[in-house]
């Protein structure tokens, strides 16, 4: 028994140094029952920065969100149900996994375009607001890696609005979207520059202020079910 708790201490203090040498980087999971480690890639080659890409606002209970999901969220939960990330218009978008597309411009909003990949192990990831409609067609085999798309704007070609990507993963069909952060194995640190102004942080609940207050961990949204954020008192307040 003695051996044992030794192996087990010496085990968690290897553990213990490995995140203290390293610091979080949101890709980093540490060995868990239950818990897969990160499987998908990143949508852009490269390094995060101000001139390439970063995260600009979180999957889930975002300010934004709170602020605003009568009229842009109300079908998801209230919640935005995907990463944001800037990204000049024209950038090279990749696939983050194998798989095969399935739909092309679908019915999953974020216009002008839009490009759905099966990833076939029961998760599906949605690029939005492309710049035009991808060069693949429904039922071509992608890898990961592969360019499948190209960034853009939610005003269209004009790309002079706020040029960026959302990506959002699903399962369940379509009928459900997940946290992304977790499934993508990413320095989320250094690619996080953009999600701290104003509408991009957490909502604070004042009756719950620890929930959804990290980007791993927030909740799956349900579309068509009732609204998550309908809190009050919060911060901030609307």
Same mark, same amino acid.
């Given at each position: 028994?003695?051996?044992?708790?030794?192996?087990?201490?010496?085990?968690?203090?290897?553990?213990?140094?490995? =995140?203290? $040498? *390293? @610091?979080?980087?949101?890709?980093?999971?540490?060995?868990?029952?239950?818990? %897969? +480690? #990160?499987?998908?890639?990143?949508?852009?080659?490269?390094?995060?920065?101000?001139?390439?890409?970063?995260?600009?606002?979180?999957?889930?209970?975002?300010?934004?969100?709170?602020?605003?999901?009568?009229?842009?969220?109300?079908?998801?939960?209230?919640?935005?149900?995907?990463?944001?990330?800037?990204?000049?218009?024209?950038?090279? =978008?990749? $696939? *983050? @996994?194998?798989?095969?597309?399935?739909?092309?411009?679908?019915?999953?909003? %974020? +216009? #002008?375009?839009?490009?759905?990949?099966?990833?076939?192990?029961?998760?599906?990831?949605?690029?939005?607001?492309?710049?035009?409609?991808?060069?693949?067609?429904?039922?071509?085999?992608?890898?990961?890696?592969?360019?499948?798309?190209?960034?853009?704007?939610?005003?269209?070609?004009?790309?002079?609005?706020?040029?960026?990507?959302?990506?959002?993963?699903?399962?369940?069909?379509?009928?459900?979207?997940?946290?992304?952060?977790?499934?993508? +194995?990413?320095?989320?640190?250094?690619?996080?520059?953009?999600?701290?102004?104003?509408?991009?942080?957490?909502?604070?609940?004042?009756?719950?202020?620890?929930?959804?207050?990290?980007?791993?961990?927030?909740?799956?949204?349900?579309?068509?079910?009732?609204?998550?954020?309908?809190?009050?008192?919060?911060?901030?307040?609307?």
């Amino acid at each position: 028994m003695a051996r044992g708790m030794s192996r087990r201490r010496s085990w968690q203090l290897r553990i213990a140094v490995l =995140v203290v $040498a *390293v @610091g979080w980087t949101g890709g980093l999971v540490l060995p868990d029952a239950g818990q %897969a +480690a #990160p499987q998908y890639g990143l949508p852009f080659a490269g390094d995060p920065g101000p001139s390439t890409w970063y995260v600009a606002q979180w999957y889930g209970n975002t300010e934004w969100a709170y602020r605003n999901w009568p009229d842009l969220y109300s079908a998801g939960q209230g919640f935005h149900f995907g990463i944001d990330f800037a990204a000049p218009c024209g950038t090279p =978008v990749h $696939a *983050v @996994g194998d798989g095969v597309v399935f739909a092309v411009d679908g019915p999953y909003g %974020a +216009a #002008p375009h839009n490009l759905v990949i099966d990833l076939g192990d029961g998760y599906l990831v949605l690029f939005g607001h492309l710049r035009e409609r991808a060069p693949v067609s429904v039922g071509q085999r992608v890898t990961r890696g592969e360019v499948v798309a190209y960034s853009g704007d939610p005003a269209g070609p004009s790309c002079d609005r706020a040029s960026h990507l959302h990506l959002e993963i699903r399962r369940t069909g379509m009928a459900v979207a997940v946290d992304p952060v977790p499934l993508i +194995a990413a320095n989320w640190r250094a690619a996080e520059i953009g999600a701290h102004t104003d509408g991009t942080r957490f909502e604070l609940d004042y009756v719950n202020p620890s929930r959804w207050q990290v980007p791993e961990d927030q909740p799956d949204v349900r579309f068509g079910a009732g609204i998550l954020n309908t809190f009050s008192p919060a911060w901030p307040p609307k």
